[in-house]
Nanobody, 119 residues
Framework: QVQLVESGGGLVQAGGSLRLSCATSGRTFSNYKLAWFRQAPGTEREFVGEINWGGDVRSYASSLKGRFTISKDNAENTVYLQMNSLKPEDTAVYYC????????????WGQGTQVTVSS
């Protein structure tokens, strides 16, 4: 069973940075893509970006590319989301999710971590 646990959220001033972590467990993730999503109150869940666990291919939402960076540490079984130049509109609950390569459905989700950016 795939398990994902996010951490690293908190309160930060506009212009600041945060690094979120997604600890993975339960299976070998070499055939998986790990993604970050976010959801602000009253809005739909939004794709942030994704990385191949078994390689180095990344994709990002075009509106976030350049400020947000996804990376991974295979030895620590952890995926990271580095967020720079944060804006109040980045305030949301951030989730990580996993899907098998070649499939569109995300089969596992973490519980989310709150990020609040003050102006």
């Amino acid at each position: 069973q795939v398990q994902l646990v996010e951490s690293g959220g908190g309160l930060v001033q506009a212009g600041g940075s945060l690094r979120l972590s997604c600890a993975t467990s339960g299976r070998t993730f070499s055939n998986y893509k790990l993604a970050w999503f976010r959801q602000a109150p009253g809005t739909e869940r939004e794709f942030v970006g994704e990385i191949n666990w078994g390689g180095d291919v990344r994709s990002y939402a075009s509106s976030l590319k350049g400020r947000f960076t996804i990376s991974k540490d295979n030895a620590e079984n952890t995926v990271y989301l580095q967020m720079n130049s944060l804006k109040p509109e980045d305030t949301a609950v951030y989730y990580c999710a996993a899907r098998l390569r070649g499939q569109s459905e995300y089969i596992a989700w973490g519980q989310g971590t709150q990020v609040t950016v003050s102006s």
